[in-house]
């Protein structure tokens, strides 16, 4: 079995056929962590885990370029859906509640919603796009800061692992996770998603519980220091799609009428196989693994 330990299906990119997508990873032995990045998004998510037995799963949060448009001139992406620019606030009763929500059954389970929300999440901090000028640069981080401790503490409360998104932002991310670990009795712990930083940032946030997701970017991005030294028990795996579809996919897979090839959970074949290549061990190894990895971290 593979986990996907991060995924979009809740997107506007799988509008017309997610149940399709979803039927087909799954007879692929193949589970679904689906992630959001607003209301929005996130309640789809719970939607869609209960409408399955086991296998499918929802992470609920506010990304943090949502937690900071008020700074910025944000774009829609059609693949996710328009952005929600009054959305700049977050508001942990209505993401508490969402939680803690009694799911839709498919046929036959006795599944709660309860159990099937696993993390909070994506959340954090983004500096890759941000606002000119040094005032509003500031009022931009500190806006994002807020949301992010905001969203750590509603997962304390909730007991669940966090998934983290950052760009450009590591020394504030570790520093901030630091203090937070420093003022509470109980840790937090989590993954990093599409984690880019360098091997040193990779040892920082293991040394604080975190395990550090691996996708598709790494054929655009090298990371390779960081997959060769990381310990296995310490990596997840995931597609992020429908962005950052794997190289070995793009060549193989017929391209869309927008003429991109959308990255699918039944493409994460190709980022452990790359795994496995850079440690010199199987395909199987690393699987195996991993799922037992997200498993561990998701109580999945």
Sequence with gaps: MIIDTHSHLNFNAFKEDSEEVIKKTLAQNIWIINVGTKYETSQKAVQIAGQYNEGVYAAIGLHPMFAGAEFLKVRTDPDEGEFLLKEQDFDKEKYRQLSLSTLSRAEGSNVEGSKKVIAIGEIGLD???????AE???LFKEKQKQVFLQQLDLAKELNLPVILHCR???ADVIDILKSKFKNQNAKLNGVVHCFTGTWEQAQKYMELGFLIGINGIIFKFSIDEVIKNCPLEKIVVETDCPYLTPLPAIASAKAGPNGYVRNEPVFIKHTIQKIADL?????????????ENARKLFNI
């Excluded at 500096?127 to 000028?133: D, I, L, T, V, W």
């Excluded at 440690?279 to 799922?291: H, L, M, N, R, W």
């Design 127 to 133: 500096y890759y796009y941000k606002p000119k000028g």
């Design 136 to 138: 509003k640069l500031k």
């Design 279 to 291: 440690k010199g061990i199987d395909f199987e190894q690393v699987a195996e693994k991993t799922t």
């Design 168 to 170: 450009m932002a590591h």
